[in-house]
C-alpha cells in the first residue's frame, strides 16, 4: 500500500467517522427534542397525542380529517353527547388531501371508526414539490406529528420535494439556526426532556376554538366595494389529488366503513360562482358527491342559520367558523348522520363508561338526561316528550327544556312558558318562565329551550309546562 493510498483511507475513515458521529448526534438531538419548535400552541401535535392516547381505551366512531376548516368548524364533544358516540377530529392547518389520505391510513392502524368524515376544502390541486414557505411549514408540522414510521417513509417523496427529506424528517435540521437566533427555546427544550410527561387526563377530542365573534361592519362593506374574494372558477383538482381522493375512498370501502365528505361554509358573499366549484368536485367524487354521502353546507344547500355572526372577521380568502358556527354545523351533521342512518341507530348512550366520559362536557345535559345522584344539575320536570333540568353553574343556574320530536315543523320561533313554584333565600314564590330556543344545541330529534336564573335559587317545582 503506497503512502498516498494510506492517506486517502485514512481521510476516508475520518470522514467516515465524523459523518456517524454527526448523524447519531442529530438523532438523539430530535430524540430528545432538543431542536423542536415552540409546541405550547402546536395542535397538531395535541391532536396526535391524544388520538392515541384516546384510543388505547377507547373506540373511535367517528373519524373526522381536514385542515383547519374542521377543527373550527365542528365540536367532536357536541357531535358526540348528540349521538352517543366517540368522535375525534384529526386535522391540520394548510393541509391537503395526501395528507389526509396518509392521516387515514394511519388512524385505521389503531381504531377502527364506523364512519368518515373528510372536510373536502382540501380536496384541490396540491403539488407537494412546489410547496410555498406558510404550506412547507404546515405540512412539515402534520407529517411530524405523526408516528407510524413505515407510513412516513412511504409518504415522505409524496409530500415533500427530495431538497426537504431532511427537514421533514429532523428537527434539529430544520431549526439548527436556534444555535444563533433562538438559544431560549433550546434552553426551554432541555429543561423539557428532563420532565417526565404527564398521563392526559382531560377529555380532548381535536377541537381548536379561534374564533369568537362574527364579521364587522368593516368587513361587510369590503363585500360591498371589493365583491367577494374567492373565485370558484379557481377551484381545480390535479391527477395528484384525484389519486389520493379515489385512495381515500377505495381505502374505506375496503375496510366497510362507510364514507362522508363535508363541506364547511365560509360567509356567503365571500365566494363567487360557487356553482364552478361544487360542480368540478361533485364529478370527481362521483357516487359520493351526491347528497347521500356529501353534506355541503356552503350555499345554496341547507345555509338557513348561518348569519355574520358565523364566521371570522376576514376578508382574506380563506375564512372559518367562530365557535357559534361551529355548533350549527355540528348539529346539521348530527341531523344528517341521523337522517341517513349511517350509524345504524347505534349509540353508547346506555354504557355507562361513555357517560362517565362525556359527563358535564360541552353539549352533554343539551342532549342527555344527568345522573339520579347528582346533587348539583336535576331533572326537575318530565313527561313523554319533554324533560326540564336545572343545571347548577358558577355564577347562575341554566334550566334546559328539551322536547323530544321527529316533527319536522320549525320550532325555533317557539318559546316554552313554565309555572314554577322558586325557593330563593329562605323564600317561595310563583314565576312564570320564559324560555327561548336555543338554536345551537338543537337539532330534528331534540329542541331545546333554555333560560339563565339568579345563582340563589335552591329549587323550582314546576306545575305547568306549556309548549307547542
Known sequence: MTKQTNTILQLFKKI???????????????????????????HTLKKWDYFYE??????????????????????????????????????????????????????????????????????????????????LSDQFKSFSARRNTLLKLQSTPLLFAPKHYPYAWSNTLRN??????????????????????????????????????????SIINQYRINGAPVDGNIFEINENSSLYIQKIIDLCEKNKIKLVFLTLPMYEKHIENYDVWKSRLQLELGEYGTPDYWLDLQIPFNYSNFSRSSFENTYK????????????????????LNNKNLLNRYTRKTEQKWRNLFYGEEGFFENNS??????????????????????????????????????????KNYKIEIDAIISSSGKQYKQSLMLN???????????????????TITEIKINNVRYP
Open 16 to 42: 467516515t467517522l465524523l459523518t456517524i458521529v454527526i448523524f447519531v448526534t442529530i438523532i438523539f438531538s430530535d430524540y430528545k427534542g432538543y431542536f423542536n419548535p415552540n409546541n405550547k400552541n402546536n
Open 54 to 135: 384516546f384510543s388505547k381505551k377507547n373506540d373511535v366512531d367517528i373519524l373526522l380529517i381536514g385542515s383547519s376548516h374542521l377543527y373550527t368548524g365542528i365540536n367532536p364533544k357536541n357531535l358526540s353527547s348528540a349521538l352517543g358516540v366517540n368522535s375525534f377530529i384529526l386535522a391540520s392547518p394548510g393541509t391537503r388531501v395526501i395528507d389526509h389520505y396518509y392521516t387515514l391510513e394511519e388512524a385505521l392502524k389503531v381504531s377502527t371508526p364506523k364512519v368518515i368524515i373528510i372536510e373536502t376544502y382540501g380536496l384541490r390541486d396540491h403539488e407537494p414539490y412546489k410547496l410555498t414557505k406558510g404550506l
Open 176 to 217: 439548527h439556526n436556534f444555535i444563533f437566533n433562538n438559544n431560549k427555546q433550546i434552553s426551554e427544550n432541555i429543561k423539557i426532556s428532563k420532565k417526565r410527561k404527564k398521563k392526559k387526563k382531560d377529555l380532548y377530542l381535536g377541537r381548536y376554538v379561534r374564533f369568537q365573534t362574527g364579521i364587522e361592519d
Open 317 to 336: 380568502l380563506n375564512q372559518h367558523m367562530t365557535y357559534s358556527g361551529s355548533l350549527l354545523a355540528t348539529y346539521k351533521l348530527v341531523d344528517f
Open 370 to 411: 344527568p345522573a339520579k345522584n347528582d346533587k348539583h344539575n336535576k331533572i326537575i320536570y318530565t313527561s313523554e316528550y319533554i324533560e326540564v333540568l336545572l343545571l347548577k353553574k358558577p355564577n347562575y343556574n341554566t334550566i334546559i327544556a328539551k322536547i323530544k320530536t321527529e316533527d319536522t315543523a320549525d320550532l
Open 437 to 455: 330556543y336555543d338554536i345551537y344545541h338543537s337539532n330534528k330529534r331534540n329542541r331545546n329551550y333554555t333560560m339563565n336564573l339568579n345563582n
